[in-house]
Antibody, heavy 121, light 107 residues
């Protein structure tokens, strides 16, 4: 089955760290760029980060640049998001999404169900 | 960063209606625009990419048009399963942004 499954979301204190994972199956993972997108409760979608098919290029939203790091392990069909210096405004459902293309700027054609990150003391 | 606006932000319509949603970009983005549908509690679903290319498996009542700074998503005959929130997204710069969304509700 073609799917993405996120994990790692928990309640964490402000200033804390967290690593999200996304397990891919049913498609050739290393043929495609991958993204993280988040959605705060009751709000719209916010793109967070992109990694190219080979991990050679990464991009970030200004709101997370310098605090979050995207990575991938193509041997494990897995995508990751290391989140440091977490803030209350990082509270959201985090989605892993597959790009249509290897470069990362075509559109997101496969999404996971999301993993919830709550930043609260 | 490129900003996107959508209009209307809320739309009340009946089954069978033709519905048009507009997305405007703060600067030209060629055809690097996608449209998504999101239902409550679900992940977004890609409808249209490259401004006018219908994603595989999406019904032909959905269509997209436009280039540069103004884009439209049209649903030719609204069906019960189409009541949802619709988002546009620009992919022209590597700081992808989504529009604020248009909620389509039952009249």
């Amino acid at each position: 089955e073609v799917q993405l499954v996120e994990s790692g979301g928990v309640v964490v204190q402000p200033g804390g760290s967290l690593r999200l994972s996304c397990a891919a199956s049913g498609f050739t993972f290393d043929d495609y760029a991958m993204h993280w997108v988040r959605q705060a409760p009751g709000k719209g979608l916010e793109w967070v980060s992109l990694i190219s098919w080979d991990g050679g290029s990464t991009y970030y939203a200004d709101s997370v640049k310098g605090r979050f790091t995207i990575s991938r392990d193509n041997s494990k069909n897995s995508l990751y998001l290391q989140m440091n210096s977490l803030r209350a405004e990082d509270t959201a459902l985090y989605y892993c999404a597959k790009d249509i293309d290897y470069g990362g700027n075509a559109g997101f054609d496969l999404w996971g169900r999301g993993t919830l990150v709550t930043v609260s003391s | 960063d490129i900003q996107l606006t959508q209009s209307p932000s809320f739309l009340s319509a009946s089954v069978g209606d033709r519905v048009t949603i507009t997305c405007r970009a703060s600067q030209g983005i060629s055809s690097y625009l996608a449209w998504y549908q999101q239902k409550p509690g679900k992940a977004p679903k890609l409808l249209i990419y490259a401004a006018s290319t219908l994603q595989s498996g999406v019904p032909s009542r959905f269509s997209g048009s436009g280039s540069g700074t103004e884009f439209t998503l049209t649903i030719s005959s609204l069906q019960p399963e189409d009541f949802a929130t619709y988002y546009c997204q620009q992919l022209n710069s590597y700081r992808f942004t989504f529009g604020p969304g248009t909620k389509v509700d039952i009249k």
